[in-house]
Structures are given as C-alpha cells and as structure tokens.
C-alpha cells in the first residue's frame, strides 16, 4: 500500500513537473519549431518547412534578449517615482559608458531619425555651412533635414558602397573655413559601409566646425570612443546594437558643441536638449519617460557593462566575419568595398530577381532580412550582426539562404555549405 | 481496480489543473498580494502593507491591459513584412474610429508633447496669430511652443481649476479676425479640468482659423467626435486612455488643415506628417515602426471597437462618479470647477503637507497618484481613471487614502467609508 502511494505520488509529481516546464519554456518562447536539416543528394528539406523557427536578421529591429521581452511585460510604473528615478539614474550613468564618453547622453522618445533630427538642430545654427556627406539613404536623409532647416548644405557624394576619401573632406574644409557642420554615417546602413571616423574627426576637430556622427547601426556594433575621438555629436538607436524594440534614439554632444547648443536660437522645443539636460541634472526626463524601453534598457546597458564593451564588439564582428567568409561559398560577393561589422551586404547574382527572392526567404523559410533600396532595390539583401543571435541562428540562416538560392536554380551545393558553416563556427571563437 | 486507477488519474488532473493554473495566474500577474482590510475601532491594517498589491492611478501612464503585457512580451518582427503590414493596416482603420473621423490618423514615435509639436507645426505659418488657452501646465507648455516656433501669441489665461468662458473665444476672434489657429487641452491634466470642445469649435470653425485640441488626456476618455465637431488638429497619446505604455502619439487634421499643411514653409521633418501621410498611403510608416506598441495598439483598438466607444465613455464616465462622490466622505472636495471624467483632483485639507502625503500613500500604501505641479504643489492630489482597472482597485485606492489621511491625523472614520464604497459601486453598474 505505502509503495503503491508513494508510486502514484512519483508518477502525479513527473508529470506536474512536466506540466510546469512546458508552461515555462512556452511562456519563454523557448520552444520555437525545428531546425532545417538537408539532404545533399536532394537538397530537399526534411523537416516541415512551417515548422521552422522565425529568424529576424535585418539591420534593426533585431532579436530581443528573453530577459528584454520579459521587461516589457511587467506591470506599468510611474515615472515620476523613486522605483524609476533610480532605474533612470543608473541608466544614464551607465550610456556614458556606452558612448564611451563624460558627456551626459539623453534618452529621446523618437525613432533614430528623431535622433538625427535633434543632433542637429541642436547645433545648426540659421544658414550654417554644412558639409554632409551622402554615401546612401541615411546620408541623403541628413542632407535634406540639414536642408528642410534652412542650412547651406553641401553634399560630399560617395559613389554608394564606398568609403568616403578623408582627404575630400580636408580639402573641402581648407577651401571652405566658415564650415560650421560636418556629418557622415559611421556606418550607412542602406549599403552596410563604413566610414572612417576616426580619421575624419580627427581633420574636423582641428577646425571650428563640429562633426556629428549618425551611430545608429554603430553604435555599440564596433568601436566610436566618442571622447577618445573627440565626436561632437553621436545618435544611437534603440533597434539596433542596443538590442531593444524601435522607440527610443540616444544623442550626446561634445563640450564643443555645448558651447554653440546653449544659444543657438533654431527653434526647437521637443528635441531641445537644453531643457532635456536641465531636467536630466534634477533627477528626471523633461518630457513623460518612455518606462517599458528605460526598464529594459537598465538590463541591456548592465549586461553590456557585465560582458565588456569590447568583447559585445568581437562578438558581433565574429557574426559579421562569418556571415563574409559564408558569401563566396554561396556564390555571392560582398557589396561593401568597406563593409560594416554592424550590418553585411550580399551582392546577388544578375539572374537573381533580389526582391522575389528576398520575400521567398521570409515566407518560405521563415529568415527576415531586409533588401537594397532606391538604387539597389532587388541587387542585394543585407543581413544584420546586432541583437540577440545565437550561432544555431547564424548556422540556420546560411543554410536557408542556401536552400532558397538552390530554390531560385542557382549552382549550389547546400551539403557542402552546411559542413563549412559547422566548421567555421566550430573552430572560431570570440 | 478500475475506479482506483480513475481516481488516481482524477486526483492527477486536479492537480495538474491546479498547478496550470497556477503557473497561468502568476504569469499574468493576477495574484498581486493581499487586499486592505481595516478594523473599525482602532483603525489599523491587519495584513501587511508589504504585501498590499501595487495601484497605479495616476492620469498616465496607467494600468496595462494583461494582454497587452503579454504582446509587448513577443519576439520582435521587422516592420517590413507583410505581418506587420496586415497589422499596421488595421490599427490605421481602427484608429478613424477611434478618433471619429474620415481623415487619417497618424502614429507617431513620440510622448504627447511630441504630438503637440507636430499638430501645431504642421500648420503654424510663419508669424501667424495664434490664441492659445492657457489654464494650467500644459496650456502654458503649448503656448510656449508656438512661440519658440515664432507665432505671435496671445495667451487666454484662464484661472487654473477653471474653464475657459466661450465668449471671450468668440470676442477674441471678433476683433482678431486675422488670428490663423485657436489652441486649448480638452483636459487640462495639471488642473483635471475640461474646457467645452464643442462650444468652442462651433465659433472657431465659423471663422478662418483652425481649432487645434490637445486630448492627451481626453481621447478615448470622453466623446470628442473630430468631423462632427469640427475640430482642425486632435492628438492623443498612448500612455493615457489608450492603455499603452508611453511611446507613441496619435494626430489627425480636418481638411481645412490639410489646406494649410500642404504648402506651409515652417520648417520640419521628424513631425512633417506629408512624408507620413505618403507612407500611409503606401501601407507603411515613413520612419521605422514602433512595432511593440502597434501591436498592442492594435489589441486595444480592437478591445474598443468590440465592446463600443460610448461603453468606454460609461466605464470611465462611472469611475470619474465614484471617486467624485467619494470625496466628501474622505473629509476632501473637488478642486476642479469643471471636472474631468479622464482624471479628478482631490484638494487637500490646508493642514495637510500634500507632497509628504502623496509620497506616503505610495511609499506606505503602495497606491501611486499625482500631486499638484507648479501652483498647486502639495495641494491636491491627481486620479486618474483611464486605463485597465477594476472595481476592487477603485474600492483599495479610496480604503488606502481613508487610511493614510487617518495616519496623518485627519478626522476620519474608515470603516465608514469602506461600506459607502462598496455600497456605490454594488448598486452602480455602468
């Protein structure tokens, strides 16, 4: 009798026990379908391709941290309490570490063009000379903001998928002295290239004009010591390396630029940072503060802190190194001629219709990456490195770029990829 | 032997189920901590304050939704996808109703200020006479905007708990008639005052200018039809009535504004809504989506459709009542002279320290409420009504008050208010 009690005890427990770890994985999300397995002599999918886990790729938004989505859930605090004075306060300490600099950094309820928006306003003063450097889509959106707000914009064109020459830049200033503005990408997301920042602030700030920096898929992807390289204003956005969803943008400025910001009479009443500053010194935002994202973002900020800022860079230059060296193993090529270890442009085969097969990717295999825009609409898919990835995502998503590139009748063997991806992820470390 | 193994499998499922449903409660959230109950005679609280459930009542940001913790708490999706596309679709339909309009509404990353800035920019020509109703914190906020944004401003000052008399409006106009925007709160959330919108816009629309309302803390709270109204500007924010965390503004113009917007020179990008209104067009947003907060958008919008707007009214309409007719019997009046359904302002005895109060009813009583800003400062205290609240909320904020004016030596008999609290809500349905 005690044995057969204690049985059915053993036997109810298991299984209250299994309840509970199906309730929690569920409620984690943990359990998110299968993984693509391939047959080499097919190269047909064995596993249910509706039963694949979704994989979100692009260059912002990106994959939340479970510990992020579970902030956001949290039941609503106000914030104009001590709970969240103190959550504030640690999170503004610890964005300098972030921007790597002693400026404070203001959190903005705005999506990064919000950002861009207040860096510049912020200095611009009426009828500045500005030299804005254009290399893509968010270099010709600063130019025409810098525009819309009256500014004598001058725009230093980059063929898209270059670098900008630092010398075009001196040369520029030397003929032109009364330049008030400089501004570039650090890195242009709509073609993934780089630019070289340190270089450029370093002929900038030898003159008088301030060098503003749009980080917003830079910004704690790969290094911009903010102070280090005396940048006069930095954007970051929250999508983006700093692994939250869309909604806030982070700026900070330079003493420099503070000198011109405190009496600049552009007119601005949202993104004034002057009022943002002298509410951020008491203790508080100026405007509501955006609770959900200021929560999460104390975790990202304290993970980053935990982990080290530049082993986040390795990890994430790992990703981007790996996603260059799978490209000529599936037979495409970079298009970066200075690609970005934040974001990674493949450049697709002519035969290839880039959009259509773009979109069979994500409906049919369940990977999100983002494709080119204006001028590179249909010729490139571009594949994110920040957010919350594990090398089972990296590993999935090249081998269902391949399956849908054998899909699209290109020459590929997906065995082959399949082993190579194995082994490279394998055998590089962080 | 069979009823034994049916028993045993009876008395297993119970306990799973138990355990289900466990694990389900305490993943929503639902089991927050024990309720206050108060003794008649000594006035004390007999379970532990630490273990009183936390109420947030404060004029927004308010109580979430449980659903809408749980859609804030999904893995993240690129707002370039025809999911997202689907949803943003609908939440842009679902806004109109909202709004009760025909013209489109605009989601914007932004507090409401940021909303503020967009309705009032979009259509503010350079210089133009602008009447703006100034009766507490946000009045002053929006005239101050007009005039950094370089109208000339005339401020309507309306003495603060009271509401704006229509004829001066209308006299304004008369001898103004070049006067190009008339600007007020439908609530004036410093003061919990509301001003007559549909008086107001019966004279404006009369006239040339546009009737640009601030319904923050209005929209969603109480009837402010657009089209029929005539009300040119309308924005609403996301952490108020619309049971969302703060992030995102909501605006809409009537077509006499749009005859403004389209030309108008005053310089803008962030907040220029013709850019957004293309995008819209389109089936996209112009910048990034918010994508956490569209979604959960979109449940609420929903959640309103399905039960009625007019039943959204009552709901809050009805919890305005109680706390209104509770004040009497906690010893307090109603500052305002035209109270607000979104939100009521307790005033304060004068012997009472109303900033030390409020601070202890959060910090002993875990209710959380405003005080008074500016003017009012330690004055008054601010309930809010929006938001997802019950029944057994409204009865625990007015016991914590009752309980903590007692503490801070007021005369009150408690347990006299706990059976008129529950007697009003008993026999008040909505």
Same mark, same amino acid.
């Given at each position: 009798m005690t044995k057969s009690v204690s049985r059915t005890f053993f036997a109810t427990k298991s299984k209250i026990i299994v309840v509970i770890l199906l309730v929690y994985f569920?409620?984690?999300?943990?359990?998110?379908? +299968?993984?693509?397995?391939?047959?080499?002599?097919?190269?047909?999918?064995?596993?249910?391709?509706?039963?694949?886990?979704?994989?979100? &790729?692009?260059?912002?938004?990106?994959?939340?941290?479970?510990?992020?989505?579970?902030?956001?859930?949290?039941?609503?605090? +106000?914030?104009?309490?001590?709970?969240?004075?103190?959550?504030?306060?640690?999170? &503004?300490t610890d964005l300098k570490h972030l921007f790597q600099t002693e400026q404070p950094v203001?959190?903005?309820?705005?999506?990064?063009?919000?950002?861009?928006?207040?860096?510049?306003?912020n200095v611009l003063k009426p009828k500045a000379k500005v030299l804005a450097i254009v290399s893509g889509k968010f270099g010709e959106r600063w130019a025409d903001m810098a525009q819309v707000f009256g500014a004598d914009v001058?725009?230093?064109?980059?063929?898209?998928?270059?670098?900008?020459?630092?010398?075009?830049? #001196?040369e520029f200033l030397k003929a032109n002295p009364d330049t008030q503005i400089v501004m570039t990408q650090a890195c242009e997301t709509s073609t993934a290239t780089t630019h070289p920042i340190q270089e450029l602030s370093e002929i900038v700030s030898k003159t008088n004009a301030l060098f503003l920096v749009d980080a917003i898929t830079a910004l704690g992807a790969f290094p911009l010591p903010m102070d280090e390289w005396k940048i006069d204003g930095l954007v970051a956005g929250s999508q983006k390396a700093i692994m939250l969803p869309t909604g806030l943008s982070l700026v900070s400025f330079s003493q420099k630029a503070w000198n011109i910001i405190k009496d600049n009479p552009t007119p601005r009443?949202?993104?004034?940072?002057?009022?943002? /500053?002298?509410s951020n010194d008491k203790g508080e935002t100026f405007f509501s503060s955006n609770v959900s994202l200021i929560r999460a973002l104390g975790f990202v900020l304290n993970d980053i802190k935990s982990q080290g800022l530049q082993h986040l860079f390795k990890t994430i230059h790992r990703r981007a190194e790996y996603t260059r060296q799978m490209?000529? +193993?599936?037979? &495409?090529?970079?298009?970066?001629?200075?690609? #970005?270890?934040?974001?990674?442009?493949?450049?697709?085969?002519?035969?290839?219709?880039?959009?259509?097969?773009?979109?069979?990717?994500?409906?049919?295999? /369940?990977?999100?990456?983002?494709?080119?825009?204006?001028?590179? /609409?249909?010729?490139?898919?571009?594949?994110? +490195?920040?957010g919350? &990835?594990?090398?089972?995502?990296?590993?999935?998503?090249?081998?269902?770029?391949?399956?849908?590139?054998?899909?699209?009748?290109?020459?590929?063997?997906?065995?082959?990829?399949?082993?190579?991806?194995?082994?490279?992820l394998k055998t590089h470390d962080i």
């Open positions: 569920l409620s984690q999300g943990r359990i998110k379908g +299968h993984a693509m397995t391939m047959n080499s002599s097919t190269n047909s999918i064995s596993t249910e391709q509706k039963n694949l886990h979704p994989i979100l &790729l692009a260059p912002g938004p990106v994959q939340l941290h479970p510990e992020v989505q579970k902030i956001l859930a949290l039941p609503m605090i +106000h914030h104009r309490t001590p709970e969240f004075d103190s959550i504030l306060k640690t999170v &503004l203001f959190i903005l309820s705005s999506t990064g063009s919000g950002g861009m928006e207040a860096v510049l306003i001058h725009r230093l064109n980059v063929p898209w998928g270059e670098s900008v020459k630092p010398e075009q830049v #001196s009443y949202y993104f004034d940072l002057r009022k943002e /500053k002298a490209a000529s +193993h599936l037979g &495409l090529s970079i298009y970066s001629q200075s690609p #970005s270890d934040s974001v990674t442009a493949y450049k697709l085969p002519a035969s290839l219709d880039g959009a259509k097969f773009r979109e069979y990717l994500e409906s049919q295999y /369940k990977v999100t990456v983002m494709g080119g825009q204006d001028q590179l /609409k249909g010729l490139i898919i571009r594949i994110g +490195h920040m919350y &990835l594990t090398d089972h995502d990296l590993h999935e998503t090249t081998l269902r770029i391949a399956q849908a590139l054998y899909d699209f009748k290109q020459n590929i063997n997906t065995e082959n990829v399949k082993v190579i991806s194995e082994q490279w």
